[in-house]
């Protein structure tokens, strides 16, 4: 069939459409969809452009072009934001709705292609040319047309969206183009994949664009139903899977069979046997497994209660490890481990000795109290391994929950035990070495006070009826050795001190480091920077001028800091030397010396105080405790024309300031006895003034150092600074005992002073302060300010009946 006959049969058929439709169309874009000839479709317009143009159609020849828009999203379209290709319609019947909006009935009738577009401001109007499909009826048509409509008929049956009235309405047309065009708009598909069918003048080329869309889209749509299909198997499983379980529980329960139902509960059922846990436990464990079983697998409450069964089963009841009570072995381990510490080694020996005759023994609680550095830590380490037990540490820092320490209760979501049956559980039996550190620096808040409930952990008399909330039973610790460590004494609570045995671990002396850096430090640096196979050695002088310049503490971690800090400049010269003149057969010696500590280490950060030796009016060198050590305390006094006021800085604390006054009242109420005019404080403004102002101080040790100042500056006689001092004073000027001797002295010693005046009632402690502390030493106990005064400012002269009234 040629176009001109194809042409006659449309207009007999349409009553001469052809002639009727007039060659200037105004034109309606349309978003979202394309109308295709022979389809009827009720078109929403709401543009102001988009109603002119149907109004105008409307009211004239009822013909329109209707073209799809390229982006629906955009609100104004231009020209070239529409497709030139598309359908002549007539408007079959309009509607003015009351928000605005009209509706247009229309009737596909012919494609059409815009040719021009003309100068119409008010709407899209433009010349259309009539666009008739040309084609030939032959097989490949006919085979084009049954192969299209099979196709077709498959996916109105695959697709939910299309009614199966849609293949019969199929089925009644007869010609191919109209068959073609009710495929194409029934297709779910993008615009621009549509529009192609419009673009193509060649019926054979649009059945070939519809097939191809149409196998496209049945692959497609296969492809979600096996999905579906698949899924809805996966939920009829589970649902098959639940009833059948459910269906033998009811089965089970009217047979009284108690044989569990699954291999995970068998599981669960054996190692609560075999964790030989105590009756009321085991009970406990099988309630809930019980429970389990009876709970379906979907439920949140089975994960709780499975996550319960397996903590009560993972932590220890029976499984022990056998101690090494061999006193010769563990003395051996522990001397290996530690230099010095011989209070500790001595408690851990007797210890063993206790436990070779009793074999059990509880009240095994000791705390470590000592600066950072001393080797607290460690010690609990090697205190395990010399007695072959497990070791677990927990650090106790800045915890604040209570429920850290004794677990979270059940019904809180991620709820677990808490830090002591998370350890034993680490542990794996029911005797390890548990090191608590840092028990000093614990807080408390609104959650609770951890602190308290430490009490029941370290109390022996409690522990073995330990009680965790989370597992809700009984928990025996009484055969856990627990090892505390602290760095202040008076910041433990004093009921948990009171559980604890107590021993203070002193700060090192210059000979003790230096032993530790040769037998510990040095070979551990040596082995971690490589240098095992070069000779290397570092003197002893080397050593000491690390100690006595670079590091300035009680304990020896700077000290390995500093050393780790020479053996890496060591390693890269060596590296440097051999990449240079290549690796050389002869083993060389590198000696570390003085100077290449110097060459290494640069500045010494650290110098001995020039002005020891120096006699100074008002100026005195008195002693402290802090929480690194002893340390020395500069005190210096003026005495200025003024108001008569009294000045203290150096961030002194409010105990130190009350001393300072204290000092004060007794030199003027005894300036006679002294030699000073009583009227000395009038018109005189006395500042004292304790070095190294940003450091807080307190505490009421500094009494007898702010006394000697004041009357070294008040007399105007020089006080002699090679003699250190420490003693809390009265208003009566006695000197009353202080704490942390050991230190102050370790301090004194450190720092070349020779001379130390201490409180008369602190030479009973000097009894237990190790004879290599005290050795170079001259001690003087002085119980007045008025017998200290001829060791300080042996210039100034005390009346003798001040020295008898005081004796007296």
Same mark, same amino acid.
């Given at each position: 069939?040629?176009?001109?006959?194809?042409?006659?049969?449309?207009?007999?058929?349409?009553?001469?459409?052809?002639?009727?439709?007039?060659?200037?169309?105004?034109?309606?874009?349309?978003?979202?969809?394309?109308?295709?000839?022979?389809?009827?479709? $009720?078109?929403?317009?709401?543009?102001?452009?988009?109603?002119?143009?149907?109004?105008?159609?409307?009211?004239?020849?009822?013909?329109?072009?209707?073209?799809?828009?390229?982006?629906?999203?955009?609100? &104004?379209?231009?020209?070239? &934001?529409?497709?030139?290709?598309?359908?002549?319609?007539?408007?079959?019947?309009?509607?003015?709705?009351?928000?605005?909006?009209?509706?247009?009935?229309?009737?596909?009738?012919?494609?059409?292609?815009?040719?021009?577009?003309?100068?119409?401001?008010?709407?899209?109007?433009?010349? /259309?040319?009539?666009?008739?499909?040309?084609?030939?009826?032959?097989?490949?048509?006919?085979? %084009?047309?049954?192969?299209?409509?099979?196709?077709?008929?498959?996916?109105?049956?695959?697709?939910?969206?299309?009614?199966?009235?849609?293949?019969?309405?199929?089925?009644?047309?007869?010609?191919?183009?109209? !068959?073609? +065009?009710?495929?194409?708009?029934?297709?779910?598909?993008?615009?621009?994949?549509?529009?192609?069918?419009?673009? !193509?003048?060649?019926?054979? @080329?649009?059945?070939?664009?519809?097939?191809?869309?149409?196998?496209?889209?049945?692959?497609?749509?296969?492809?979600?139903?096996?999905?579906?299909?698949?899924?809805?198997?996966?939920?009829?499983?589970?649902?098959?899977?639940?009833?059948?379980?459910?269906?033998?529980?009811?089965?089970?329960?009217?047979?009284?069979?108690?044989?569990?139902?699954?291999?995970? +509960?068998?599981?669960? #059922? &054996?190692?609560?046997?075999?964790?030989?846990?105590?009756?009321?436990?085991?009970?406990?464990?099988? @309630?809930?497994?019980?429970?389990?079983?009876?709970?379906?697998?979907?439920?949140?409450?089975?994960?709780?209660?499975?996550?319960?069964?397996?903590? %009560?089963?993972?932590?220890?009841?029976?499984?022990?490890? !056998?101690?090494?009570?061999?006193?010769?072995?563990?003395?051996?381990?522990? &001397?290996?481990?530690?230099?010095?510490?011989?209070?500790?080694?001595?408690?851990?020996?007797?210890?063993?000795?206790?436990?070779?005759?009793?074999?059990?023994?509880?009240?095994?609680?000791?705390? +470590?109290?000592? $600066?950072?550095?001393?080797?607290?830590?460690?010690?609990?380490?090697?205190?395990?391994?010399?007695?072959?037990?497990?070791?677990?540490?927990?650090?106790?820092?800045?915890?604040?929950?209570?429920?850290?320490?004794?677990?979270?209760?059940?019904?809180?979501?991620?709820?677990?035990?808490?830090?002591?049956?998370?350890?034993?559980?680490?542990?794996?039996?029911?005797?390890?070495?548990?090191?608590?550190?840092?028990?000093?620096?614990?807080?408390?808040?609104? #959650?609770?006070?951890?602190?308290?409930?430490?009490?029941?952990?370290?109390?022996?008399?409690?522990?073995?009826?330990?009680?965790?909330?989370?597992?809700?039973?009984?928990?025996?610790?009484?055969?856990?050795?627990?090892?505390?460590?602290?760095?202040?004494?008076?910041?433990?609570?004093?009921?948990?001190?009171?559980?604890?045995?107590?021993?203070?671990?002193?700060?090192? %002396?210059?000979?003790?480091?230096?032993?530790?850096?040769?037998?510990?430090?040095?070979?551990?640096?040596?082995?971690?920077?490589?240098?095992?196979?070069?000779?290397?050695?570092?003197?002893?002088?080397?050593?000491?001028?690390? /100690?006595?310049?670079?590091?300035?503490?009680?304990?020896?971690?700077?000290?390995?800091?500093?050393?780790?800090?020479?053996?890496?400049?060591?390693?890269?010269?060596?590296?440097?030397?051999?990449?240079?003149?290549?690796?050389?057969?002869?083993?060389?010696?590198?000696?570390?010396?003085?100077?290449?500590?110097?060459?290494?280490?640069?500045?010494?950060?650290?110098?001995?105080?020039?002005?020891?030796?120096?006699?100074?009016?008002?100026?005195?060198?008195? =002693?402290?405790?802090?929480?690194?050590?002893?340390?020395?305390?500069?005190?210096?006094?003026?005495?200025?024309?003024?108001?008569?006021?009294?000045?203290?800085?150096?961030?002194?604390?409010?105990?130190?300031?009350?001393?300072?006054?204290?000092?004060?009242?007794?030199?003027?109420?005894?300036?006679?006895?002294?030699?000073?005019?009583?009227? +000395?404080?009038?018109?005189?403004?006395?500042?004292?003034?304790?070095?190294?102002?940003?450091?807080?101080?307190?505490?009421?040790?500094?009494?007898?150092?702010?006394?000697?100042?004041?009357?070294?500056?008040?007399?105007?006689?020089?006080? =002699?600074?090679?003699?250190?001092?420490?003693?809390?004073?009265?208003?009566?000027?006695?000197?009353?005992?202080?704490?942390?001797?050991?230190?102050?002295?370790?301090?004194?010693?450190?720092?070349?002073?020779?001379?130390?005046?201490?409180?008369?009632?602190?030479?009973?402690?000097?009894?237990?302060?190790?004879?290599?502390?005290?050795?170079?030493?001259?001690?003087?106990?002085?119980?007045?300010?008025?017998?200290?005064?001829?060791?300080?400012? $042996?210039?100034?002269?005390?009346?003798?009946? %001040?020295?008898?009234?005081? !004796?007296?």
């Amino acid at each position: 069939m040629t176009q001109i006959e194809r042409i006659d049969n449309i207009k007999s058929n349409h009553n001469n459409i052809l002639d009727s439709i007039p060659g200037v169309l105004p034109i309606l874009p349309l978003r979202d969809i394309v109308i295709f000839p022979y389809m009827i479709f $009720p078109v929403l317009v709401g543009r102001e452009q988009s109603i002119r143009a149907a109004n105008y159609a409307s009211e004239t020849s009822k013909y329109i072009f209707l073209s799809a828009q390229k982006k629906s999203s955009v609100e &104004d379209p231009k020209k070239e &934001d529409i497709y030139l290709d598309g359908t002549i319609a007539k408007i079959v019947q309009i509607l003015k709705l009351p928000n605005g909006l009209i509706k247009i009935l229309v009737d596909g009738l012919l494609q059409g292609r815009i040719t021009e577009f003309t100068d119409e401001s008010q709407f899209f109007e433009g010349k /259309i040319e009539i666009v008739v499909p040309t084609y030939e009826n032959d097989h490949e048509m006919n085979a %084009l047309v049954r192969q299209m409509s099979q196709l077709f008929k498959d996916y109105v049956k695959i697709n939910r969206n299309i009614p199966n009235e849609a293949v019969n309405a199929f089925d009644n047309i007869e010609e191919p183009d109209r !068959k073609l +065009f009710y495929a194409a708009a029934n297709i779910t598909q993008q615009i621009d994949v549509k529009q192609t069918i419009l673009q !193509k003048a060649n019926l054979k @080329e649009q059945f070939y664009d519809v097939i191809k869309i149409l196998n496209s889209e049945i692959d497609i749509l296969r492809i979600e139903k096996e999905i579906d299909n698949k899924v809805q198997e996966n939920i009829a499983k589970t649902q098959r899977k639940f009833i059948i379980q459910e269906q033998i529980k009811i089965l089970q329960d009217e047979l009284g069979d108690e044989d569990d139902a699954s291999p995970e +509960f068998t599981k669960l #059922r &054996d190692k609560i046997k075999k964790a030989k846990m105590p009756k009321e436990a085991e009970t406990k464990a099988l @309630e809930e497994l019980n429970k389990l079983k009876k709970t379906p697998p979907m439920s949140p409450e089975s994960t709780v209660i499975r996550n319960y069964l397996e903590w %009560l089963v993972d932590v220890p009841w029976a499984n022990k490890t !056998k101690d090494n009570l061999n006193i010769t072995h563990v003395q051996k381990i522990l &001397d290996e481990d530690h230099f010095g510490l011989e209070k500790p080694k001595e408690r851990i020996v007797e210890h063993i000795a206790v436990l070779n005759l009793v074999k059990n023994m509880r009240g095994q609680i000791l705390c +470590f109290v000592g $600066p950072p550095g001393v080797g607290k830590t460690s010690l609990g380490k090697s205190i395990a391994r010399a007695l072959g037990r497990k070791f677990v540490r927990i650090s106790l820092g800045g915890i604040r929950d209570e429920a850290e320490i004794r677990g979270h209760r059940r019904t809180y979501i991620g709820s677990m035990p808490g830090k002591i049956i998370q350890s034993m559980k680490k542990a794996g039996t029911i005797n390890p070495v548990m090191l608590l550190d840092e028990i000093d620096k614990m807080s408390m808040d609104f #959650r609770g006070d951890p602190s308290s409930a430490m009490l029941e952990v370290l109390d022996p008399e409690q522990n073995h009826t330990f009680n965790d909330h989370y597992l809700e039973v009984d928990y025996d610790l009484s055969q856990v050795m627990f090892i505390t460590t602290a760095n202040v004494r008076y910041n433990i609570p004093l009921p948990l001190q009171d559980r604890m045995e107590i021993i203070e671990l002193p700060g090192y %002396l210059e000979y003790d480091k230096i032993e530790i850096a040769k037998r510990h430090i040095i070979p551990k640096q040596i082995e971690a920077h490589g240098l095992a196979k070069k000779k290397v050695s570092v003197s002893d002088a080397a050593i000491k001028k690390i /100690i006595s310049e670079y590091t300035r503490e009680a304990g020896v971690r700077n000290l390995e800091r500093e050393l780790a800090s020479v053996f890496r400049k060591l390693t890269r010269d060596i590296v440097v030397k051999e990449s240079l003149n290549g690796k050389s057969k002869q083993k060389h010696q590198y000696l570390v010396d003085e100077n290449k500590i110097e060459e290494y280490l640069k500045v010494a950060r650290f110098r001995h105080l020039r002005h020891i030796k120096e006699k100074k009016v008002g100026s005195v060198t008195g =002693l402290a405790w802090t929480s690194v050590g002893g340390e020395l305390l500069a005190v210096d006094v003026t005495i200025m024309n003024g108001s008569e006021k009294l000045t203290l800085t150096g961030q002194l604390g409010n105990v130190m300031k009350e001393s300072a006054q204290a000092a004060l009242s007794y030199i003027r109420s005894e300036a006679r006895s002294f030699g000073l005019s009583p009227d +000395f404080y009038k018109g005189k403004e006395v500042h004292i003034h304790l070095p190294e102002g940003a450091i807080p101080k307190d505490g009421p040790s500094a009494g007898i150092t702010m006394a000697m100042a004041l009357l070294s500056a008040v007399s105007g006689k020089p006080a =002699l600074n090679d003699v250190a001092m420490t003693g809390e004073i009265t208003l009566r000027g006695n000197i009353l005992p202080i704490g942390g001797l050991n230190e102050k002295l370790l301090a004194a010693k450190r720092n070349d002073i020779k001379t130390v005046l201490i409180p008369k009632d602190n030479s009973v402690d000097l009894s237990e302060i190790p004879d290599k502390v005290k050795d170079g030493l001259k001690i003087i106990p002085v119980d007045t300010i008025a017998s200290a005064v001829k060791y300080v400012i $042996p210039d100034l002269k005390v009346s003798p009946k %001040l020295k008898t009234q005081k !004796k007296k």
